[in-house]
């Protein structure tokens, strides 16, 4: 049974003040790894997919990296405007197993 | 272009009462998914369509639960003699094709309340 765990499960930050979000997983075969904002009362807001270890991706404050066993949503500089909860999942055929998410909050 | 859309945003229903929540999807988008999302918790996978086929509905709760995607667009999720335990968002995604596009893309959900 594929299984995703997000630590920690709420972070504060000051404005500015860079940090890492952790998704550590198993699954039987990985065919993608996502992150997922969602706002609240919204949907989730896909971010990022990684396929294999060592794959990078950003997207303007955010970088997501990826090993066998955990992924980082890597956050720089961060803004109030970065508050949510961050959701990571795994695929493994078509269905996504979801972690319980990362609530952030930042502080002006 | 339009995401996906899903309606109504809130439900309220008395309990035993039945419900059904639409879902549009995007347009050309080939797998259309229904996911449950507690407080405080991810989603979870309920069910699976590709086209008008449901390959996949091992994630429905029980089988006061169900789902149809009848022409291969637009899936409606059903839920009959509602529960408290019901009481959720109900989120729909879909993508391209499971198989190749493998992200999915999520509507705003419908919250259901069973009182």
């Known amino acids: 049974e594929d299984q995703v765990t997000q630590s920690p499960e709420a972070l504060r930050l000051q404005e500015g003040e860079s940090s890492s979000l952790n998704c550590s997983y198993t699954v039987s075969g990985l065919r993608g790894l996502f992150w997922y904002r969602q706002d609240p009362g919204k949907g989730p807001e896909f971010l990022f997919t990684?396929?294999?270890a060592g794959e990078e991706k950003e997207k303007e404050r955010l970088k997501a990296t990826l090993t066998k066993k955990e992924s980082f949503l890597h956050i720089t500089a961060p803004k109030p405007e970065d508050s949510a909860t961050y959701l990571c999942a795994v695929g493994s055929n078509y269905k996504l197993t979801f972690g319980k998410g990362t609530l952030l909050t930042v502080n002006p | 272009g339009a995401g996906v859309s899903q309606s109504p945003r809130y439900k309220v229903a008395k309990r035993g009462q039945d419900v059904a929540l639409r879902c549009d999807p995007i347009s050309g988008h080939v797998s259309l998914f229904w996911y449950q999302q507690a407080l405080g918790q991810g989603p979870e996978f309920l069910t699976y369509?590709?086209?008008?086929?449901?390959?996949?509905k091992s994630g429905l709760p029980s089988d006061r639960f169900f789902a149809e995607r009848p022409e291969g667009s637009v899936s409606t999720l059903k839920i009959q003699r509602t529960q408290q335990e019901d009481s959720a968002v109900y989120l729909c995604a879909s993508s391209l094709n499971a198989g190749t596009s493998f992200e999915q893309f999520f509507g705003p959900g419908t919250r259901l309340t069973v009182l």
């Open positions: 990684l396929y294999s």
């Open positions: 369509f590709q086209n008008e086929a449901q390959l996949d």
